[in-house]
């Protein structure tokens, strides 16, 4: 929808609905706190979510989780790009050319459904348990979401676009630009929604097995000493993490959505 007098698009209001998830997750940690309260549920199995705020506090006053949260990130972000950045290329490849789709399919269904958390050992002895390790796993777990719903997206284009864009003396490389591209960018961005899901929980995963350092590192360390409070602070970061990170990706879902309109 756009304004008639600008041309430009209208702002959508917020829906009516937008603070029933708050409300809901306030109302859910309430009856949280009031059930461990009354109950005695020892701390050891289950603390509060007062004493879980106070062990996240903890956590990054004295024992060093911005550290551990910024590397973790770098790696979740590393294999987020590089494996998003391949499927993107691959997945415009397989879509847009037969021959190419013919080759590269079988190595995709081959690969695809093994579970990338079991390559752990396999690239723990070509690259080492350092930062390149979890990168590398990282973008194996992101690159066939991204390169499926890419191919998915380009060979759902509607033909007539690419006729008449090709009967209006568009050459190819204009097409894919400027019509193929942008009709894939809604199934792109699914994938890419997917994608980032699947690098924090292989990040996190792998480390737990192999980092000394890192949200994974921290949260398996404080299991072993039987820390609950930083364990279930840990996971709230994780869980924090992921709601921006999801909203981040929805505005930037509306703004290309905006991009495509106009």
Partial sequence: MSDLATGRPRRRRPPETWYYG??????????????????????LFLPRPSAILVSLVNLFANKGLLYDTGLTLWRIFGGFLLGSMVGIFLGVMMGTSRRVFA???????????????SLVPLLVIWLGTGD??????????????????????????????????????ASRAQILRHVVIPAAVPAIFAGLRLALGIAIILVVAAEMQTARFGLGAKLHLAGQILETGDV?????????????????????????GRWRIT
């Avoid at 979890?134 to 992101?142: D, E, F, K, W, Y």
């Avoid at 996971?235 to 290309?256: C, E, M, N, Y």
């Fill in 132 to 169: 390149l390790f979890l990168i590398v796993l990282a973008a194996l777990g992101c690159l066939f979401p991204v390169l499926v719903n890419t191919v998915i997206g380009v060979r759902g284009c509607d033909p007539g676009l690419i006729l008449a864009a090709r009967d209006l003396g």
């Fill in 22 to 43: 708050p409300a809901a997750m306030l109302l859910f940690l309430l009856s949280w706190e009031v059930a461990v309260t009354l109950s005695g549920i020892p701390e």
């Fill in 232 to 256: 279930f602070a840990i996971l709230l970061l994780l869980s924090l993490i992921g709601v921006v990170l999801t909203k981040a990706q929805s505005a930037a879902d509306r703004f290309v």
């Fill in 103 to 117: 080759t590269a399919d079988i190595f995709v269904a081959a690969i695809y459904p093994v579970p990338k958390i």
